[in-house]
C-alpha cells in the first residue's frame, strides 16, 4: 500500500472509533487527495482547534472556497460540531476527517464527483 493509503486507513479507522461513523471510502479517498501535500506534513495534516486562526482557515478555504458555501453563523458552529464529534480532547484532529465529517454534513459530496 502506498503513504497515501495506509493514510487513508487511519482517517477511516479515526471516523468509526472516535466519530462513530461509517466512511464512505469513496468520498474519503476523493477528501484525502483534495487535501493535496498536507497530508504528508504533521502540522498541516492536523486541525488545530483551538486556534482561532486555524478555524478561520478551514471556514475559508475549504468550506467557503471548496464547498462553495455562503459565509455565515452556521459554519463556524458546524466546525465546532465536527470536531466535538472528533474529540474535544483528541490532539490530533486529522484535516481530512474534519472535511469529510463537514463534506457530509453540508451534503457538497457532489463538489467530489
Known sequence: ???RD????IYASDLKEKCGMTP?????????????PSIYNADASTVAGSQ???LETVKNNFLIKKLG???SPALMEAIDEALTTYGK???????AVVYY??????GKESVYG
Open 1 to 3: 500500500m502506498s503513504k
Open 6 to 9: 495506509d493514510l487513508i486507513a
Open 24 to 36: 464512505d471510502m469513496d468520498l474519503l479517498t476523493k477528501v484525502t487527495i483534495g487535501c493535496g
Open 52 to 54: 482561532a486562526a486555524e
Open 69 to 71: 458555501m455562503s459565509d
Open 89 to 95: 480532547s483528541n490532539r490530533n484532529k486529522y484535516r
Open 101 to 106: 465529517m463537514l463534506t457530509k454534513k453540508f
